[in-house]
């Protein structure tokens, strides 16, 4: 018997499961065929329902499909029917009812100038309805709330009048909304009350700081010198011969030449007559970026002066240390029954190379095969063993040095080789020689500066590309766009002349400064082809030419530096508009005359993208 009972209630479950389900099923199919589809609205059931639904609820008849279908949806799911009483069922009929009667009161608005003017609601909105199914698309039920909404409006109306039947359903909508979130109306007010108040306060902090910003930029704008340190002295004698009678060996150092100072006037003086006195600056929102401006004749190039001189750097430049190790390195060689000698010494900041010239029949391997027993002869961490030295018939070997030197910036500037009339070259240190590297960003074309851990140069270098720029243009040759999310890099460049805007700071605007560059190029590229020119050298000896035969004198096309100092923090905000944008700059900018200088501490493929 228990058993036969337990299959009844099973038996009984499984039809009410079934029921229920299909009356779910039946929901889900109202839903889908009265929703007003286009691609099934031509059929009769759907028209049918579509009808029904928009005499219940006039321009509201979406509320029912969207109502019916997730129904439907939760009778499938739970196999039960939901609770209809709930506090959230009654705060939704109460915004829906709210939203409904409003409609309505709009309709009879547009209807009827005056209120007094009103017919019976209901059966004008029968009227507005049957007008609507003979096929008047500009019917008044078009924007109704239905039947529904002409009941409430009827006796609202009658109660409190057309101005207290709005007010009546701007409550309901409140009180609905009270019951749904389960907030109340203080708290509600409280809140919205304490977001505008910190809104205020958060704008005026924000108004006091940018202010205090400014003012400190426009102090600041002349502390632009760099600070520099001690190196060699590289004047100094020759070796004597050490290892064999008849031998000399060579030291190459570089020598430093100053350069002629055509003036002692403070620089900041001299910046202060240029044209950033005379011109307004515009930041990275605006409309276009002022990229052209005639020579200002009164502005002077910064004189070498400016820059302190290397000194000397204890062991780095000591004839008997240089010495001993040439000693050390031939007495190995020796004792290996390998003939060789050194014959020249090349000192560098960091590293210094002997060249070793082997004797006839002497294989390089068997040098080679000594690296271990020379870095212990030398007490060296490493040694290097460039064999051969391209374009020598010897034997390069770099061992570091005990005590690293400071390269400075004026050493580097004041050799030969910045005798380079290109206005975008720049120092970038010394080889490992002791020879000056001078680079020209134009010939690049861009520059990515990629460096690991706080500390490893990456700020350093692109300070010096900064300077040397400064050092050898005038603001009419070269113009900079400065990005600087961390803040405090760039920031002491503010204020100079060749800067196309103040420096940018927000990651933000930082996308909207690099789409005017882009705009910018696009600009340049338009100029070109109706010149008849190919890039930014052929335009500017165009408008050479023109000059000289016309009266309409226009200015040179400078050539545009864009500095990005961290690009991993930008792709963090506006990935999409940074990489878009610096992806085009790279790809077409070159002829244009703008070039790219980016760094980062992480050159990943999430950050070096596109």
């Known amino acids: 018997m228990a058993k036969k009972k337990n299959t009844r209630r099973k038996k009984q479950t499984l039809k009410s499961n079934i029921k229920v389900e299909l009356v779910g099923l039946l929901f889900i199919f109202l839903a889908i065929f009265g929703s007003g589809a286009s691609m099934i609205s031509e059929g009769a059931v759907s028209s049918l329902l579509e009808n029904i639904f928009r005499f219940f609820f006039g321009s509201w008849y979406f509320i029912v499909p969207v109502l019916l279908l997730f129904l439907g949806v939760f009778l499938m799911i739970k196999r039960k029917y939901p609770v209809m009483k709930t506090r959230k069922w009654i705060g939704i009929y109460l915004v829906l009812s709210g939203l409904l009667l409003w409609t309505h009161i709009r309709t009879f608005e547009l209807a009827y100038i005056f209120p007094e003017q009103y017919p019976s609601i209901i059966g004008q909105s029968y009227s507005f309805y049957i007008e609507y199914l003979q096929g008047a698309k500009s019917s008044a039920y078009l924007g109704g709330g239905g039947l529904y909404a002409a009941l409430l409006f009827a006796v609202s109306n009658f109660l409190f009048s057309n101005y207290g039947a709005k007010i009546l359903a701007f409550f309901f909508v409140v009180i609905g909304i009270v019951v749904l979130s389960n907030l ?18 958060n704008r005026k902090q924000s108004l006091i700081d940018w202010k205090a910003h400014r003012n400190e930029n426009k102090t600041n704008k002349d502390e632009t010198k760099l600070l520099v340190k001690e190196e060699i002295n590289h004047n100094e004698e020759q070796l004597p011969a050490i290892a064999y009678a008849n031998q000399e060996i060579d030291i190459v150092e570089p020598v430093i030449e100053e350069m002629a100072e055509t003036s002692t006037d403070n620089v900041s003086e001299t ?17 276009q970026l002022p990229t052209t401006e005639f020579e200002n004749r009164d502005y002077k190039l910064p004189q070498i002066n400016i820059l302190e001189l290397p000194k000397n750097h204890g062991k780095q430049q000591d004839k008997t240390h240089i010495q001993r190790i040439v000693r050390k390195l031939e007495q190995t060689f020796h004792s290996f029954g390998v003939k060789a000698r050194v014959t020249k010494v090349h000192v560098g900041p960091s590293v210094t190379k002997y060249e070793v010239y082997p004797e006839a029949g002497v294989k390089v391997s068997k040098i080679v095969s000594l690296h271990d027993d020379l870095a212990l002869a030398l007490a060296a961490k490493d040694i290097r063993i460039e064999a051969p030295i391209p374009g020598k018939s010897a034997v390069g070997i770099e061992v570091p040095n005990e005590e690293t030197a400071m390269v400075t910036l004026r050493e580097v500037l004041e050799t030969k080789k910045t005798q380079i009339q290109n206005k975008l070259a720049f120092a970038l240190g010394k080889d490992i020689a002791g020879e000056a590297v001078i680079s020209e960003l134009n010939k690049m074309p861009h520059l990515l500066v990629a460096g690991g851990a706080t500390g490893s140069g990456k700020s350093v270098c692109i300070n010096g590309i900064i300077t040397s720029i400064l050092m050898r243009a005038k603001p009419h040759e070269v113009k900079m766009m400065m990005i600087d999310p961390k803040k405090v890099e760039l920031n002491v460049y503010n204020g100079i002349p060749h800067l196309l805007s103040p420096v940018v700071t927000d990651p933000k605007k930082a996308s909207r400064a690099l789409k005017k560059v882009v705009a910018e190029m696009e600009r340049r590229y338009d100029l070109f082809s109706e010149t008849a020119t190919r890039n930014i050298e052929g335009y500017n000896e165009y408008i050479k030419r023109h000059n000289k035969d ?45 070039h790219l200088i980016i760094a980062t501490q992480r050159p990943s493929v999430d950050v070096i993208t596109g």
């Not at 203080?186 to 306060?201: A, N, P, V, W």
């Not at 690009?567 to 610096?582: K, Y």
């Open 550 to 594: 016309s009266e309409d004198q226009q200015p040179q096309l400078p050539f545009i530096v864009v500095i990005v100092d961290e690009l991993a923090d930008l792709m963090m905000v506006a990935s999409n508009d940074v990489e878009d944008a610096i992806t085009r700059l790279a790809q077409m900018a070159r002829a244009a005359g703008i």
């Open 184 to 201: 109340s109306m203080g708290d509600l007010f409280s809140t919205l009350f304490h977001k505008i108040k910190e809104m205020f306060k």
């Open 271 to 287: 910046n202060e007559k240029g044209s950033h006195s005379e011109k307004e600056w515009k930041t990275a929102e605006s409309e």
